[in-house]
């Protein structure tokens, strides 16, 4: 069964950092991999789709790799700021494609 | 705009009190789901619909209902509701699921007392 993990859980940064976000998943056989973004109580907006064919898709200053040998797909953000304090969910298809399987998130906090 | 929209956006009730959640998008979809959304237990699947009149359970649908009479709108149905379904929902839909991406509703946040 399909499991999905993320590490960190929880990332606190100065503003203007780089950094990178890690998602891991069991099973290599996915269909593609969505990240997305939630604000504290709030919808989910979905910020990457990388397709299984794919190794990177790249908006604004967001960048999600994909390495599916690896079971691993990072993303990346660039020159972050305090509006990008969020939770980062990443989430993969099951092998039916009737679900998506979630990871638990890694919650950003960026001080100004 | 291309959206999925859920309606209430907050609702407190009583236990026992039957209530419905609805979802709609604009995007003409074959597939729509419903998550929910709990501390320490992530998003789990309550419910899917390929397809209109085509339905079934995902990991978590005890005490739900659904129903897919048109192809835009799958509403949520708690028909005596319990505190511990007090959680965060989310709808969401996709074109075919599995190969594409999918779009998900501002969510919709229940207490029942």
């Known amino acids: 069964k399909q499991e999905v993990t993320q590490i960190p859980a929880a990332l606190s940064v100065p503003e203007g950092e780089n950094l990178v976000l890690n998602c891991s998943f069991t099973?290599?056989?996915?269909?593609?991999l969505q990240w997305f973004r939630q604000d504290p109580g709030k919808g989910l907006t979905s910020l990457l789709l990388i397709q299984s064919s794919q190794r990177e898709q790249t908006s604004g200053r967001l960048n999600a790799s994909l390495d599916k040998s690896s079971g691993r797909s990072t993303l990346y953000i660039a020159a972050s700021q305090p509006g990008d304090s969020a939770t980062y969910l990443c989430?993969?298809?099951?092998?039916?494609?009737?679900?998506?399987?979630f990871g638990k998130g890694t919650t950003l906090s960026v001080s100004s | 705009e291309a959206q999925v929209t859920q309606n209430p956006r907050y609702l407190i009730t009583v236990t026992g009190k039957k209530l419905t959640v609805t979802c709609s998008q604009n995007m003409n979809h074959e597939y729509m789901s419903w998550y929910r959304q709990d501390p320490g237990l992530g998003l789990r699947q309550i419910y899917y619909s390929m397809n209109v009149e085509v339905t079934d359970k995902g990991d978590v649908p005890e005490g739900y209902k659904v129903s897919r009479k048109e192809k835009r709108n799958f509403p949520l149905i708690l028909e005596s509701p319990s505190p511990n379904q007090t959680s965060l929902y989310f709808c969401?839909?996709?074109?075919?699921?599995?190969?594409?991406?999918?779009?998900f509703g501002s969510g919709t946040r229940l207490t029942v007392v």
């Open positions: 969401a839909s996709s074109p075919f699921g599995g190969d594409y991406g999918y779009t």
């Open positions: 989430a993969v298809p099951n092998q039916a494609g009737t679900a998506l399987i």
């Open positions: 099973d290599s056989a996915i269909y593609n």
